[in-house]
């Protein structure tokens, strides 16, 4: 995990956030690499919920709620955490994961075996709370959004209207989302502000179960398209004392992180809970009349919630690779390498001369850059031996290398029409196998293979 924070940040995929400034606990910036692949992430999950399915419609709602949207929702009352104090060490810990601490002066004790005396617990609310207006008095009181979730559920009026759906259908979100942690760690996977995306998908009473199922299964096979493989994702069935009391049946699906294994995504049977409780709450009922049955009903909801911080991380984790390979002089050099998949990678193709010092192969590689820089997003670089270029690509995760070379110049001296024998070298960043290319087909060539 150490390597893998350290190449974050020497590579520019992320950075603590105010760093000049000593930081901020479990806030970070993404950087010019960092917010490539986050964007990756989060258009290949919209196009699977809105481009690929005819069902489900998207929203972006509003990070600033009227305070009655959390009041209905059972937040302000009920988002909590319980924390108890050492007396001795003045660590705080929260009760529900006192079996995993460990004591700051006795690491091999868990608090309270150490000899230290705790405090009674006591409730610590994670909403942030914020004003609204130039007064901060109670009537101004509002919160940060903890979750994505209740825009869709108090627009789904206005959604259905609009789109002209029938149940089933969804609505899809991704969104900031902020939550005062009490205690966030392993780099991004518990943080206090992060990014979720989310669908709500709306069904008839009595189908929960199936539609549970249909969708775990959907977001598996995403997750594979990613560079998730399934056999890498444990799916736990949550047990009735651990789900959220309106659930009527969770999974969880599990990814192995170095620090353990940890939720990467929820999916949740959430009943009518929360149709419920808003049109209790603002007298508008959010009821359903079906056309085709003549029959009235509040919708029933399944939830696949997933994190795209969490995604983010567990595709470094899996992607994180050294190897020991030949280098000049019969040497061994260790080689990192992020395998990650073409389709999330943050640049596509890298693209070099093969020396800087050449006039016509620094004008070709240009032009080679110019033409797929229209339809990939490519790096072109010119600094150092070609090899110590290929290990940059690779340290990143760019799954090409494009290298104009003498053998390109000779193929433009043919007098062919331009491109028709121009090769290029290109190198893929896995096995490092190399094949000529021709410049015509290069385009082509890539995008069926990043795509």
Known sequence: MEKLVALCKRRGFVFPSSEIYGGLNGLWDFGPLGVELKRNIKELWWRSMTQLREDIVGLDGSILM???????????????????????????????????????????????????????????????????????????????????????????????????????????????????????????????????????????????????????????????????????????????????????????????????????????????????????????????????????????????SGGVDRTFLAILCEAYDEEDVAAEGGKVEKRVVLRLSPRVAPIKAGVFPLVKNNEALVRKAREVADLLRMHLRIFYDESGAIGRRYRRMDEVGTPFGVTIDFETLEGARSGAFAGEKETVTVRERDSMRQERVRIAELLEFLRLRVS
């Open 66 to 304: 009227n305070r009655a949207v959390w009041k209905a929702s059972t937040h302000e009352e009920q988002f909590v955490d319980w924390l108890v104090d050492c007396k001795t060490c003045k660590a705080r810990f929260r009760v529900d994961h006192l079996a995993e601490a460990r004591c700051p002066l006795k690491p091999s004790k868990h608090p309270g075996e150490c000899g230290g005396e705790m405090t009674e617990p006591r409730r610590f609310n994670l909403l942030f709370r914020t004003y609204v207006g130039p007064l901060e008095e109670e009537s101004a009181l509002t919160y940060l959004r903890p979750e994505t979730a209740q825009a869709m559920f108090v627009q789904f009026r206005n959604v259905l209207e609009t789109s002209r759906k029938k149940i089933p259908f969804g609505i899809a979100q991704i969104g900031k989302s902020f939550r005062n942690e009490v205690n966030p760690r392993n780099f991004l996977f518990r943080s206090r502000e992060f990014e979720q995306m989310e669908v709500e998908y709306f069904i008839r009473p009595g189908t929960g179960l199936e539609e549970l199922e249909k969708w775990k299964e959907a977001r598996l096979a995403w997750y594979e398209s990613i560079g998730l493989p399934r056999h890498r994702i444990h799916v736990r069935d949550v047990p009735e004392g651990e789900r959220a009391f309106y659930s009527e049946k969770t999974y969880d699906l599990e990814y192995t992180f170095p620090f353990g294994r940890q939720e990467l995504e929820g999916i949740a049977y959430r009943t009518d809970f929360d149709l419920r409780q808003h049109g209790a709450a603002s007298g508008k009922p959010l009821d359903y009349f079906d056309e085709e049955t003549g029959q009235k009903y509040i919708p029933h909801v399944i939830e696949p």
